[in-house]
Every structure is written in C-alpha cells, then in structure tokens.
C-alpha cells in the first residue's frame, strides 16, 4: 500500500490545479515544491520597500476568472478577492490621448471613429459566441464542442496579428490598440497564430473586465492552497525533486516542470527517441522584469490610462512590430513594447497609505544577461512625464534572476516554451496525449502543455484528468 495515490512536483497554478482535481476525486495526493514559498511564477513579495506588495511574475488573472476549471472552485471562500479596475487596459498614444479597452465592448468601439464598425465586425460575433468558445479554447486540440464558432474564430485566430489589424483597420491607433493585446504573445507580430492572443485576451478584457487578486497574486495562490488543503491535499516546501526514488511511491507522478528540466530527473523511464524529441523543444524569447515603490500614482497625460489596471505601451505600428521582431533576432529596441500593471490605484492594500506600486516588462532576447532599465523607464516616461520622480525605489530582473526565481522561467521565457504556430497546440512533443510520456507513471502538467502560459490551471486540470482515465478509472 503506496501512502499516496499521487504526486505532483511543483506548486505553481498548473501543479496546484492538478493537485486539486485529483484531490475532488478522493485521491491521496502530495506537492513537492523546491522552493521556500509556493505558488511558481505566481508570488507577491515587498521587492522594493517594506509594505509595498509587487506580483514577482504573473499579476492580472481575467485566465483565472475565464478558466472553465478555477472559476468554478469555491476560491472565494478560502480567501480570493477579485478587484476590477475601472478599465482593463488602454494604449497611451505620442499626443496624451488614448484609448481603453471598457468591459463594454460599444463604448470601446465608439472612441475608434472610422474603425467603430470595424472593431464591431471582429469582436461582435467572437463576444457572441464565446461562451460556445471557451472551453475549447483552453483544451488540448481536438475536435471543437461547437465547430462552426470554432472554424469562424480559427480563420482570424491563426493568421497574423499584422494581417488582421492591416485588414480590418483603417486608422493606425487602431491597429496599435489591438497590437497592445496581440504582443502577449511574445512572438513577432508578423507571426502566424499572433493575431489570437490579440482576439482572447481582448474577448476576456470584454467579458471579465481583467481582474487581479486583492493584495497580490499570490493571494491567488492562497486561495488555491487553502482549498487544497481543506481537501485533505498536503504540500512540502523546500524538496528540490532530482530524482524520482527520493519520492514516497504512489501510482502517479506529475511534473509541473518544462521538458528541459524534467529530462534532468533521475529514475525516469524515457526511451531514446523521447528524450530527443524533449530536447528539441523550442522556448520563447525572456522578459526583463521591473516593479517600483511610488510616491504618487502613475502620471500618466491620458486620464483613460490612469483609471486603467494594465497599459500596453509603444508608439505607431511600426515602432510596435520593430520591437517584437528584433527581440526574435536577438536584440532589444530602443523603443521596446512595454506591458505595464498598476494595482494600487484600486486596491489600497498594495502600499502604504498614499503610496503606490507599478509592475512591467519588455521582451527581451532568451537568456538575455542585461539590465534594461534606462529604455524600460524612458518608454513609461514618454507615456507618464515625470514618472521618473515618482520613484522611491525599483526592483529589476533580468531573464537569470527570473530562472533563479522560478527555474521554470528558462531563460526567462514566462510562458514555459515558444507560443508559436508550431508549438502551439502540440506542446511538448505531437502526441495523442500530451500530458503523458512514455513512462506510463509519469505526466507533465505544466504550461509546456496545451493551453500553454497564463494562470489558468487548464493544463493542470488536463493531466489529473489523463491520470484518472489512465490509473484511477472508476473514478472518472
Ligand atoms: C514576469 C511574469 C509575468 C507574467 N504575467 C502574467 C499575467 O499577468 N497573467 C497570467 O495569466 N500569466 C502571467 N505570467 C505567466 C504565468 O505566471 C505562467 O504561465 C504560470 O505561472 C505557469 O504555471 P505553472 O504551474 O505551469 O508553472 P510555474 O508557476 O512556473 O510553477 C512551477 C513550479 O515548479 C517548481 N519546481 C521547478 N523545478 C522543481 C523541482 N525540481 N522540484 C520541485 N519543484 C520544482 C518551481 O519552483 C515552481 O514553483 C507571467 C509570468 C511571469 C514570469
């Protein structure tokens, strides 16, 4: 008798999800997390200045809201606190103006003059049909629950970002509003498949408003622990797993870990060609990482991008695509896409009284060693002039110091593997099931599986559901 059913190493979202899932259906099971504290990419720590909270890695969850498996976990009651800022995003033009992204998806259309019934004619019907949509949105590929909605969102999904902006919008701002949401995808924007970052994360923008937990991120984590728990679940901090012997048996073990990392695990049973295959997975390009304590709010001109939660940042079409494309070339722009959060102007929790916290990014090469800060600031500054005074101290990280934070951030990349055409639904390897390997004990549940980045536990949810099928069929 084996004392637990399952393991799962790694807490980040996706190994807490797996845990969870597997935990709702009376298993026995046990996370094994390397480091001091839970939760992966998906911790909040004063970074900067006593009572300032910075999200170190992931910070705006509307995945956690749209996932068809964490919304319907009773998170709420073990601490979860949703807060929404008044609007979701906006993109700061060169000439103080603006636009926002509302929850309203009229109102948002209504600032595009000529491109209001364009804006409509793209997002109308995906709004329409998206709850048809969801669920096989975030599934591994298969065949579509509902395929006509499915085809029709397939045709402007897999082109590029580049295309469908150039078809559909006449007006630059336009274009750059929807390249702020396409650029998620931290591939070129010119890329196949780049364009449906752009439609998702607008669609969820559109319907979930992109909320953020009260008090940071990794309150999210809590909440998700918290369950676990009352679940029966049981975690263990600070057991770096090397080598599967050094786990206690169980029938199942899942690896919430990249390829990379998990070819590095002792006791596997992988075959050759696997092995090879594994080490032929591509990752993306890094992120260079900053969080700031401020004595004042962002001074953004726009007053739309003041009342927003998250500011996508860079000035005309061309500007935006140089940015993307160099970083896959291996350079940084001078004038860099930035990805800026600011939690604190709607949730007073972040800083001390009065002060105020700001969290961004820029993309930047795959293992990239430098400090960017003079772009990084110098771009928010032609957005916010005078954000530089607002600095009471900052915190940067460069790729290494995020794979130091989090070794499955390799080389920086957050979303566990390259997003482009070629991976996107056959991560990690192609393969009927691509949660398990050829060790028929073993699963990855991590991000390097379909759906692939953001917190959403949908990879998770998708690999504790191959092991019940595989191991535990009279629970399925
Ligand atoms: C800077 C940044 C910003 C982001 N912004 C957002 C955002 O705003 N919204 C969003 O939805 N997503 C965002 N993401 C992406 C999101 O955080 C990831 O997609 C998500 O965390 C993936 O979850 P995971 O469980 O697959 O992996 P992770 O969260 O990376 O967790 C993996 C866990 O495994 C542990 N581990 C690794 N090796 C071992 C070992 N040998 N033994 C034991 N434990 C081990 C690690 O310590 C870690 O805890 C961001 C990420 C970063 C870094």
New binding site residues.
Partial sequence: MSKYDAII????????SAAIRLQQKGLKTAI????SS?????RTQELTLPGFKH??????????LASPFLRNLPLKDHGLEWVYPEIAYSHPFIDGTAYACFKDLYQTAAQLGEDEKNYLKIFKPLMEDWEKLDPDLLAPLGIPQHPVPYLKFGLKALPSAHWLANRYFEDERSKMFFYGSAAHSTIPLTNLASASFGLVLTATAHRYNWPFPKGG?GNFTGAMLNYYRSLGGELHLN????DLRDLPNALAYLF??TPR?LLK?NGLNFNSLYRKRMENYKYGAG?F?MDWALSEPVPFTSEKCRRSGTVHIGFSQAELERSEDLVHKGSVSDRPYVLM?QHSPFDATRAPEGKHTAWA?IHVPNGDPRDHTTILEDQIERAAPGFKDTILARST?TTHQ?EEF????VGGD???GLQDITQFFTRPIIKLSPYSTPDPRIYI????TPP?????GM??FHAAEKVLKDHFKDLV
């Fill in positions: 190493v790694g807490s980040g979202s996706n190994g807490i094994f997390e390397q480091a839970p939760g992966g990419a998906t999200d170190v890695g992931s910070s705006i969850l509307p995945l956690g991120a057991h770096q797993v090397n919430d870990l990392q695990i992120v990482k959060a990014y990280k995020l989090d070794p499955n951030l957050i979303n566990g549940c991590s991000s390097s692939g980045g953001g917190v959403h990879s998770g």
